[in-house]
T-cell receptor, first 113, second 113 residues
Framework: AQSVTQPDIHITVSEGASLELRCNYSYGATPYLFWYVQSPGQGLQLLLKYFSGDTLVQGIKGFEAEFKRSQSSFNLRKPSVHWSDAAEYFCAVRNNQGGKLIFGQGTELSVKP | DGGITQSPKYLFRKEGQNVTLSCEQNLNHDAMYWYRQDPGQGLRLIYYSQIVNDFQKGDIAEGYSVSREKKESFPLTVTSAQKNPTAFYLC????????????FGQGTRLTVV
């Protein structure tokens, strides 16, 4: 069965520091992977997605993620965090036959001034 | 503008009453989903549908029911059998193909008193 694990429930970084949010997935074949961001009380917005090809994908708001098949990981990174990046971040996986989207538990990001 | 609309944004109901949450999309997507979000538990799939008049149970379908009579609409009924219905509910839609992202509504916060 497909599953997604985000090991860090809450992360705090200083403004201007780099960020890495971890995501590990379980799926037998090449998955389709996504990162979403959610502000409090709002829906989810897509940051980036990986389907195939280049394993380093660029997204909106200066985010990027790297797909590593050997580690079953799809970690999200940003070189310099801004206070407006404080939100909850979700990693998700979908199989290549379509069907349901499976989410991780989410990582809440706090940004210190 | 194309998008996915959930209504109402806030909903209060007395314990023991059934309540229906609305979800409408004009993106011409075949697939629609309902997720429940609780603090620290990420998004859990309640029901999903890939075609009109057909839907499948997700991980936490007990106490919920859905219908898909029209492509653009996927209402969720929270029944009195749902033991702990107070939560944030998110509706999403997507194309059937796996290499497509899901688009989310703004959510409905249901409070049962």
């Amino acid at each position: 069965a497909q599953s997604v694990t985000q090991p860090d429930i809450h992360i705090t970084v200083s403004e201007g520091a780099s960020l890495e949010l971890r995501c590990n997935y379980s799926y037998g074949a090449t998955p389709y992977l996504f990162w979403y961001v959610q502000s409090p009380g709002q829906g989810l917005q897509l940051l980036l997605k990986y389907f195939s090809g280049d394993t380093l994908v660029q997204g909106i708001k200066g985010f990027e993620a790297e797909f590593k098949r050997s580690q079953s990981s799809f970690n999200l990174r940003k070189p310099s965090v801004h206070w407006s990046d404080a939100a909850e971040y979700f990693c998700a996986v979908r199989n290549n036959q379509g069907g349901k989207l499976i989410f991780g538990q989410g990582t809440e990001l706090s940004v210190k001034p | 503008d194309g998008g996915i609309t959930q209504s109402p944004k806030y909903l209060f109901r007395k314990e023991g009453q059934n309540v229906t949450l609305s979800c409408e999309q004009n993106l011409n997507h075949d697939a629609m989903y309902w997720y429940r979000q609780d603090p620290g538990q990420g998004l859990r799939l309640i029901y999903y549908s890939q075609i009109v008049n057909d839907f499948q149970k997700g991980d936490i379908a007990e106490g919920y029911s859905v219908s898909r009579e029209k492509k653009e609409s996927f209402p969720l009924t929270v029944t009195s059998a749902q033991k702990n219905p107070t939560a944030f509910y998110l509706c999403a839609s997507s194309e059937i193909q796996g290499n497509t992202e899901a688009f989310f509504g703004q959510g409905t916060r249901l409070t049962v008193v």
